[in-house]
């Protein structure tokens, strides 16, 4: 499976004996993220790109599908003007799909293997022990070689039509990374839960309850910010992929459809008509790379804050 962040050790600064202030590590994480100028420039790149994705409508007409062999050249071959327009209008609407879709799958992925990775690592037990198990065997395919045999083997049922394959894309995506999640929440939770002001805070009598609510599930949650980034990362690589090789959103949608094409669809376009027309193909390679290296600068900015005065603390 893809590679995580390094984990974090537990924030300094608590306000209780034996526990972690959240709001102390948050001003602390605050203060350092301000200071990083790389940050704040992925930031903007990001939410220009979604603000692209939500405007299109008011920023260019949309562009129809390029269709494949001849009918694509006829799409952009033209003066080199309105080849640009052609291309960058595409790209703005492509940017539903690669940007906003890609959170929305991710963020989803992420909420479910958190969940069931806090509450497995907590509870411990029989269900710690199958979740380990079965994550042990999702971890044993590579995460694209997954989603390839899982579009594949299923595109052509009716959930595989729907929405243009969008809703089961939208499936794959979230259950295939839901499993990192999972497992970097449950190891964070496990070693959290036998950290020295766990113990203590049990010793003075606190709950299991308030332990958790206090104690365990902030840090943790802490832990997991620069994953989301990252993750981010993975399913846009994995979707661009999927559509470029045809198994993403289906070429030729109508655009009826609030999402009709996405930049692995344009590179997969582009690349036919390269030669006559390279704007085509570099256009939206240029949106992806933009869009990688800001997620990874918005996941190593966090990855530091976090990191960065923490230090492990004894009651």
């Not at 395919?141 to 299923?154: E, R």
């Not at 449950?186 to 203590?200: D, G, M, Q």
């Not at 655009?255 to 008509?273: I, K, P, R």
């Amino acid at each position: 499976m893809s590679a995580t962040p390094a984990l974090a050790r537990p924030p300094a600064g608590s306000s209780e004996p034996g526990g972690c202030s959240t709001t102390s590590f948050g001003r602390q994480m605050w203060a350092r993220l301000v200071t990083r100028q790389a940050f704040w420039l992925a930031l903007l790149v990001l939410v220009g790109f979604v603000c692209l994705a939500l405007l299109a409508p008011w920023l260019t007409p949309r562009q129809e599908p390029a269709q494949a062999g001849g009918q694509s050249k006829g799409a952009f071959v033209a003066s080199a003007g309105d080849a640009w327009m052609r291309v960058a209008g595409r790209a703005i609407y492509a940017a539903r799909v690669s940007v906003l879709f890609n959170l929305f799958a991710a963020g989803s992925a992420l909420l479910l293997g958190a969940a069931l990775g806090i509450l497995a690592g907590w509870h411990g037990g029989r269900a710690d022990t199958v979740l380990a198990r079965l994550l042990e065997l999702v971890e044993a395919f590579p995460d694209l070689l997954l989603l390839v045999t899982i579009m594949a083997a299923w595109r052509m049922m009716a959930v595989g039509k729907s929405a243009g394959g969008l809703v089961y894309l939208f499936l794959a995506l979230a259950l295939v990374y839901s499993v990192n999640a999972a497992r970097l929440a449950r190891a964070c939770t496990l070693e959290i839960k036998e950290s020295a002001f766990v113990l203590a805070a049990r010793n003075l009598g606190l709950s299991d309850g308030r332990i958790f609510r206090r104690h365990v599930l902030p840090v943790t949650l802490a832990r997991l910010l620069p994953a989301v980034a990252f993750q981010i990362q993975a399913v846009v690589i994995a979707e661009t992929a999927l559509s470029y090789l045809g198994l993403g959103l289906k070429p030729g949608a109508s655009t009826l459809n609030y999402f009709f094409t996405s930049w692995g669809a344009m590179l997969f376009e582009g690349q036919l008509v390269v030669m006559e027309q390279p704007l085509a193909l570099l256009v939206p390679a240029t949106c992806l790379a933009l869009l990688l290296l800001a997620l990874a600068a918005l996941g190593v900015g966090l990855q530091k804050s976090i990191q960065g005065g923490s230090t492990t603390r004894t009651p």
